[in-house]
């Protein structure tokens, strides 16, 4: 948006600048509860999926503010839509090879 | 000099300011979000790798005891801190090119490269130690993938301060011809330097938490 929309004045832009803030503070938070958590020593299941919500809400916070994704264009959602598909294909595909019992 | 050839209308990259009338958006951002979606797929495939390495295995790590007691957490909750903290200069960087501060988008983005340099600083340390104790990548299947996942984003975060140092010294030149397009250029370094902390958000927690 930002590269298309020149015509925002300087104050005006200003005011955008404390939602990185916000979201630096957020993201500095989110670390000391990942750390935080991981010295509970929950059981394994619960401590991957507890540290997986919480990196993703942190990435999900750097894409959208950082990398401007709130207000981008239909064309990089369609690019991602089609990453994101790929990358859970690449991340699962191998696990139906798994054989119960097998090592690598 | 581009003016000297009849062609040279044809050799120069369009819509780097504008944007392309198909897509919306400036070639150069479309270009580096496509090249991001590659990386994706670079890093998935390790990532995916880890996954089933450690499914598979009897115990992780191999040797027993738990990542956060093989690894260093406090060194390497420094160094998500640190970079955390460089994707904000980053996109201030930026921010200060959008309101014609090239003072202070001189000083961000060197704050950005600084920060870029004590990340690789901690990792150095953190490597230099696993190797006194003889760990190396072919110690097992725990050392393997943190090396090859650690150094990877290493890689990227070397590249980051190469492309970041161009554009603050050389390549800043760009700001006294071609401001906007110099502006996007930031815009897209930042892209790229953003990914390579979504990256690391993720390598922290699965090697040195979990």
């Known amino acids: ?25 957020a993201l500095l938070c989110l670390t000391a509860i990942t750390v935080g958590v991981s010295y509970l020593h929950l059981n394994r299941p619960l ?27 239909k064309v990089i959602y369609a690019v991602l839509i089609l990453t994101v598909a790929f990358f859970f294909l690449v991340l699962f595909l191998p696990m139906f090879t798994i054989v119960e019992g097998s090592t690598v | 000099m581009a003016e000297a050839s009849p062609y040279a209308a044809d050799a120069l990259i369009p819509h780097t300011v504008e944007p392309h009338p198909v897509t919306g958006i400036p070639n150069g951002k479309l ?34 005891g738990l990542s956060s007691e093989i690894l260093n957490v406090p060194l390497a909750t420094v160094n998500t801190a640190v970079l955390i903290t460089s994707s904000i200069t980053m996109v201030l960087s930026w921010a200060s090119l959008k309101m014609q501060n090239l003072p202070r988008f001189r000083l961000w983005l060197g704050s950005t490269i600084a920060l870029a340099f004590v990340f690789l600083v901690i990792k150095y340390f953190e490597y230099t130690h696993k190797f006194e104790l003889g760990h190396y990548p072919s110690h097992d299947n725990f050392y393997a993938v943190y090396f090859t996942l650690t150094g990877l984003h290493g890689v990227h975060v070397i ?8 554009l603050l010294t050389a390549g ?4 006294a011809t071609e401001p906007e397009r ?13 990914f390579v902390d979504l990256v690391w958000i993720f390598l922290f927690p699965s090697l040195y938490l979990l």
């Open chain 1, 1 to 25: 948006m930002a590269t298309t929309h020149e015509t925002t004045s300087h104050e005006e832009f200003k005011k955008h600048l404390g939602k990185y803030y916000v979201v630096f503070v």
């Open chain 1, 47 to 73: 401590a991957i999926t507890v540290a997986l919500i919480i990196a993703c809400v942190k990435a999900g916070m750097v894409a959208a503010v950082f990398m401007h994704l709130l207000d981008e264009r």
């Open chain 2, 31 to 64: 270009g580096i979000w496509l090249f991001l979606a590659s990386e994706v797929m670079l890093f998935g495939a390790l990532f995916s790798t880890y996954v089933v390495i450690r499914t598979t295995a009897p115990h992780w790590p191999p040797e027993g």
């Open chain 2, 159 to 166: 590249g980051g301060i190469i492309v970041n140092t161009f």
């Open chain 2, 172 to 175: 800043s030149r760009m700001w």
């Open chain 2, 182 to 194: 110099f502006t996007n250029r930031i815009e897209n370094a930042g892209l790229y330097w953003h």
